[in-house]
C-alpha cells in the first residue's frame, strides 16, 4: 500500500518599495527595495545584492537562499541530537553560498554549511559529528535545490563550569 505524501502550502508576501516616482523607467531609475512579509510576522526587508544596485543594508534573496537552507539543517540537526541522547549546548553555522553570474542571470553553484558544535560531554562528540549526515538527507530545503550542500561541522567539548547560551 502506498501512502501519499502530506502536503504543506506555504505563503508569503513581497512587496517592491523601491519606486522613486518614475517607476521602472530606466534601470538606474528604481531601486531594488521591497518587503517580505507574511501574516504575523515582521518583515524581512530586502534587496537585490549590492553588486546588481541593491542595498548593502538590506537582506538579498541570495543570502535568504543560504539561511534557509542553514536553519532547516540546525533543526533537523538538533532534532537528532535530542533523539539520540546527544546534549548540544552551542551552535553557530556560518555557512557560504556560491553563485556563478552567466549571461542568462545565474545560478548557485554550492552552498557549504560550517556548523560549530558544542556538546555537553566528550562521549558525545563522534556522534555529534555523525548526526550532520542525517540532517543532511532530511533537510526540505536541502532536498529542494539544484546545487549540492556540502557540510563541514566541527565539535568542541564544554568546559565544565561554563554555562552557554541564555
Not at 538579498?60 to 532534532?79: G, K, R, T, V
Not at 556560518?94 to 558544542?118: C, N, Q, S
Request: charged residues 15%.
Amino acid at each position: 500500500m502506498t501512502t501519499s505524501p502530506e502536503l504543506h502550502t506555504y505563503t508569503a508576501q513581497v512587496t517592491w518599495t523601491g519606486n522613486t516616482g518614475s517607476g521602472t523607467s530606466g534601470y538606474r531609475a528604481y531601486e531594488r527595495s521591497h518587503e517580505v512579509s507574511a501574516a504575523g510576522r515582521p518583515p524581512i526587508p530586502g534587496s537585490s545584492d549590492p553588486a546588481f544596485r541593491g542595498d548593502p543594508a538590506r537582506w538579498n534573496p541570495e543570502q535568504l537562499l543560504l539561511a534557509s537552507i542553514s536553519q532547516c539543517h540546525l533543526l533537523w540537526y538538533l532534532h537528532f541530537c535530542a533523539v539520540n541522547g546527544v546534549v548540544v549546548t552551542a551552535y553557530v553555522d556560518d555557512p557560504v553560498g556560491t553563485m556563478a553570474e552567466t549571461a542568462e542571470g545565474g545560478h548557485f553553484t554550492e552552498a557549504v554549511l560550517r556548523p560549530r558544535i558544542e556538546v555537553a560531554e566528550a562521549s558525545m562528540a563522534e556522534q555529534a559529528l555523525a548526526l550532520h549526515e542525517d540532517a543532511h538527507r532530511a533537510c526540505f530545503i536541502a532536498n529542494s535545490v539544484n546545487f549540492p550542500v556540502r557540510h563541514e561541522p566541527t565539535v568542541s567539548v564544554r568546559e565544565p563550569g561554563v554555562t552557554t547560551g541564555q
